[in-house]
């Protein structure tokens, strides 16, 4: 039956990667039909047939400015166009799985911004002249790579970096580079064609799309997206978090680099030829993980088909909405993303994964008088699963289950029980989720062994209600599974000496929620 669920979710994978590229292929010939001027689909065809066999399959029939509008214009512009959402898909996809972090993209690191500088530095002071027409892509490509190297060097601490220490280091990084772009725009030639020609491309916009563009996007995108491939395995683990990811071996920092690597090779040449398009890299990857879950060798792919497709359907309209004229694509992308964005629903979808395993614990750190105790750690515990934490003392085993209980208080988005973020659980909603069995006992006063275990459903009445006897019921027949019948009475303090660890799993039991079976 299992094998059965597995080849069932294949076949539900593969329907969906399939029906997501027809809609992609179809987007593209609709794209490229429709405009300024209407072109009948079959001529459309005829066209790029010939074109593509180099030699005339279908005799024209059409005038020849008809075959220029297609392939020289709108072709080129609709491919780069698919190029350029899987590439920032992909980033997005890759960004968060680094950082591990559910609203990471391609800017989380500063590499868009960074893109950005280096490109409109070239359009604008013409600084990289040397490389001809390919001086923004080279711009672009410089700028992505400074914006990585500094917040590299800014996140690194003691040797290590955390995804924290990165996504402070990228948000610094990401504002230094906006405030080099703005300043460049508005400090030369203010008012002259290329200060506009870079303030209409940092809202993105494709139109200077040419085959040349479409060849030199596809190479370095195949060439990343093959290297990004050979990790999955590895990408997979440390969505985990960075400890466990080594505990199963994985090197980390060289994962790490290749990561980012790839991400701003890819990130820059993207927004060197398309300008700065936002909501792509965030939305697109959280659609994906919804649709086919978060493995990252079916999850990379299906991104890339759906991130071409979402960006030529947002081409498409930024062309037809105000024809013969055309609007940014970046606002067309902002516009057309921010209502998916909620049926995305990363915090949701990370609580239903989360739903899987009863604790998870993700990226938690915790200091004691500027001692870092705990650093980037990370866990899941299954439902109905036992484990046990071994480790010298002061390691801080404590220190991680007082913040998983909340005796100390964790980071929002850190520690999640059922599915639940601990830190907006009250004290009762904590304890009818958790019991706690303390170390030592915490009185010298004489409480009796009954009173001690009925404790544990206080979590479970209302605001001054009274002990029922369903209550009185289930500590009595736990009691009596464990052993203790006949001590109901018995001094706690006095029995705790000698049978410490069944009286006080009495407790820890009551505390559950389900009244049949209190163990």
């Known amino acids: ?43 459309v065809f005829r066209i790029i047939m010939n074109h593509l066999s180099g030699r005339e399959i279908f005799f024209p029939t059409w005038e ?24 920032l898909s992909v980033c997005g996809v890759l960004m968060q799985a680094l950082t591990k972090n559910a609203l990471a993209d391609p800017y989380v690191l500063g590499i868009s911004s960074g893109a950005s500088a280096g490109a409109v530095c070239a359009i ?79 809202v993105g916009s494709l139109s200077g799309a040419s085959w040349e563009k479409v060849k030199y996007v596809a190479a370095a995108f195949l060439i990343t997206v093959c290297i990004i491939l050979l990790f999955t395995r590895e990408l997979d683990m440390l969505l985990l978090g960075d400890g466990t990811a080594e505990n199963l071996g994985v090197n980390v920092t060289r994962i790490k680099m290749v990561v980012i690597i790839m991400a701003a090779v890819l990130t820059g040449i993207v927004v060197s030829v398309s300008g700065v398009i936002g909501f792509i890299g965030l939305v697109v990857p959280h659609i994906a993980r919804r649709m086919v879950g978060s493995r990252h060798t079916i999850v990379l792919p299906f991104v890339i088909v759906l991130g071409g497709l ?80 071994i480790g010298p003392n002061g390691c801080g085993k404590s220190t991680l289950l007082k913040n998983i209980y909340k005796t100390y208080r964790p980071q929002k988005d850190t520690v999640y029980i059922d599915g639940k973020d601990v830190v907006s659980l009250s004290a009762k909603e904590m304890a009818r989720q958790a019991a706690v069995v303390a170390q030592e006992n915490q009185t010298e006063f004489d409480l009796e062994v009954l009173d001690m275990v009925m404790y544990g459903r206080y979590a479970h009445r209302r605001f001054l209600e009274k002990e029922t006897e369903e209550d009185l019921a289930i500590c009595r027949r736990f009691l009596e599974e464990v052993g203790l019948k006949g001590y109901e009475n018995r001094s706690f303090f006095q029995l705790v000496r000698r049978r410490k660890t069944k009286g006080a799993h009495g407790k820890n039991a009551c505390s559950g929620e389900q009244t049949d079976s209190p163990g």
Request: hydrophobic share 45%.
């Open 124 to 202: 604008i002071t013409g600084c990289f002249h040397f490389a001809g027409g390919y001086g923004t892509m080279f711009g672009a490509i410089c700028g992505a790579a400074l914006a990585i190297v500094l917040s590299m060097a800014i996140a690194t601490y003691k040797g290590t970096v955390t995804s924290t220490q990165l996504i402070l280091a990228g948000i610094a990084t990401s504002a230094l580079f906006s405030g080099i772009t703005n300043l460049i725009i508005y400090g030369y030639h203010t008012g002259s064609d290329k200060t506009k020609t870079a303030q209409y491309w940092m």
């Open 64 to 87: 020849t400015n008809m075959e220029t509008i297609i392939w020289n214009i709108r072709l080129p512009r609709v491919v780069l166009a698919w190029f350029v959402g899987a590439g």
């Open 310 to 389: 979402f960006t030529v359907l947002a081409d498409f309209l930024s062309r037809v909405i105000v024809a013969p004229e055309e609007l940014p694509i970046g606002i067309i992308a902002a516009l057309s993303g921010a209502p998916f964005f909620p049926v995305s629903d990363p915090q949701g979808k990370e609580e239903e994964h989360m739903n899987h395993s009863f604790l998870t614990v993700r990226g938690l750190d915790y200091s004691i008088d500027g001692t870092e105790i705990l650093q980037d750690v990370s866990l899941e515990v299954p439902e109905g699963t036992f484990v046990g934490l």
């Open 1 to 43: 039956m299992k094998e059965l669920n597995k080849r069932q979710k294949r076949v539900r994978h593969l329907s969906l990667f399939c029906a997501v590229f027809v809609c992609s292929v179809l987007a593209v010939g609709c794209s490229v039909s429709f405009g300024a001027v209407k072109i009948h689909p079959f001529e």
